[in-house]
Every structure is written in structure tokens, then in C-alpha cells.
């Protein structure tokens, strides 16, 4: 059974950097095709695709944010970190990480976190 | 980035009624799309993918079809629990993009 969780802090202030993690189990991100990804949902709005990383160490980004997001993985710690610089109000919002295999499509979502930038 | 458009972006329906969503794509995405419901508070649950290949577990009144630019997804009796909002995604290109959204509202 795959589950992935989200964890992290609920409020950062401007400018400052968000760290999140994401603990899964029932996989294993060494498995040649696996991908861990984030994706994040502002209030009332749509989805929003951020970052994916692989088995291999592939790691791809959203153009539009690409400068801001780095995305790691420890693979003994079955967890995946995703960092974001330069918080904004604007990325206030739910921050999803969910379960890819190469080609194919999203499958399992964590619950999500939400994240609220505020002074 | 490849645009993926829905519409209607909300759709009032009755109980028993068949709907339809449709997504469109900025470019061909071939068949690898998929299809989200999503409830409020919750994350989105996976329905649909390469079109038209339903997810396990998940009630055959759903129904995808399309390929190239445009997709729909239908449900044939809409039941209470369906009242929801749906996204389309491509998985064609990176970056991976969603459609805006279709709200599914009580008539």
C-alpha cells in the first residue's frame, strides 16, 4: 500500500525559505522508473505542478519557478525534501507530494500541507 | 508549456444526469492525459489515465475518451457522492500542467 505525507512548517514569513518533506512508504524511490513530485494548490484555485525527481537522480522542475525550487531525495530515509526560496503571500498554499512512475501518469497523493506566507 | 483548458468551469446537474467535461489541449498530447476528482479539504483522486483507462476501484458511471487535443470525461448517472471538482492533467511534456478546474455543483 503506497502512502506519502507531507510535513513542514504551516507559516513562514516573506522572503524567507520553505522546507518540505515528504515521508512515503510502500515504495521505494531506488526502483528504476519511480518518481516522487510535488504539487501545490492556492485557495479556490487550480493544481500547479512544482518539481519531480527520480530513481536515477532525474530531477525536473516548473520553468516558472524553476530559480526557487530545489528538490532532493534520501533514499534510505524514504523521504523527499523539496525547498522553495524567497517565499511570497502568493505561494500560500496547499503543497501536495505525490507518486509518479516515468512516462506514466500521478497515482497516489499525499493529504497535503497547507503553507501560509505572512508577516 | 502546453495550455490544457476545461470547460465548462462549473456545471450544475441533478442527480441521474449524464455530464460531460471537456479538456483541450494547446498542443497534441497524444492519449496521456488523466482526469482528478477532487473534494473540498481533500487530495485530488485519481480516476482516469491515458485517456480513457479507468482506475481501480473506481465506479464505471466514469468514462474517458479522446486523443490528440481533445479529451472528455463523462459520468453517466451522477450520483450524490460525485459532487465534486474535476482537473484534467497532461503528462505528454514537462512541465506536467492541469486544466483550471470543473466545478460539479447540486442543480
Known amino acids: 500500500q503506497i502512502t506519502l505525507k507531507e510535513s513542514g512548517p504551516t507559516l513562514v514569513k516573506p522572503t524567507q525559505t520553505l522546507t518540505l518533506t515528504c515521508t512515503f512508504s510502500?515504495?521505494?524511490?531506488?526502483?528504476?522508473?519511480?518518481?516522487v513530485g510535488w504539487i501545490r494548490q492556492p485557495p479556490g484555485k487550480a493544481l500547479e505542478w512544482l518539481a519531480l525527481?527520480?530513481?536515477?537522480?532525474?530531477?525536473r522542475y516548473s520553468p516558472s519557478l524553476r530559480s526557487r525550487l530545489t528538490i532532493t531525495k534520501d533514499t534510505s530515509k524514504n523521504q523527499v525534501v523539496l525547498t522553495m526560496t524567497n517565499m511570497d503571500p502568493v505561494d500560500t498554499a496547499t503543497y501536495y507530494c505525490?507518486?509518479?512512475?516515468?512516462?506514466?501518469?500521478?497515482?497516489?497523493w499525499g493529504q497535503g500541507t497547507l503553507v501560509t506566507v505572512s508577516s | 508549456d502546453i495550455q490544457m483548458t476545461q470547460s465548462p468551469s462549473t456545471l450544475s446537474a441533478s442527480v441521474g444526469d449524464r455530464v460531460t467535461i471537456t479538456c483541450r489541449a494547446s498542443?497534441?498530447?497524444?492519449?496521456?492525459l488523466a482526469w482528478y476528482q477532487q473534494k473540498p479539504g481533500k487530495a485530488p483522486k485519481l480516476l482516469i489515465y491515458?485517456?480513457?483507462s479507468l482506475e481501480s476501484g473506481v465506479p464505471s458511471r466514469f468514462s474517458g475518451s479522446g486523443s490528440g487535443t481533445e479529451f472528455t470525461l463523462t459520468i453517466s448517472s451522477l450520483q450524490p457522492d460525485d459532487f465534486a471538482t474535476y482537473y484534467c492533467?497532461?503528462?505528454?511534456?514537462?512541465?506536467?500542467?492541469f486544466g483550471g478546474g470543473t466545478k460539479v455543483e447540486i442543480k
Open positions: 505525490a507518486h509518479r512512475t516515468s512516462m506514466a501518469h500521478v497515482d497516489y
Open positions: 510502500g515504495f521505494s524511490l531506488s526502483t528504476s522508473g519511480v518518481g
Open positions: 525527481i527520480y530513481w536515477n537522480d532525474d530531477k
Open positions: 498542443q497534441s498530447i497524444s492519449s496521456w
Open positions: 491515458k485517456a480513457s
Open positions: 492533467q497532461q503528462y505528454n511534456n514537462y512541465p506536467l500542467t
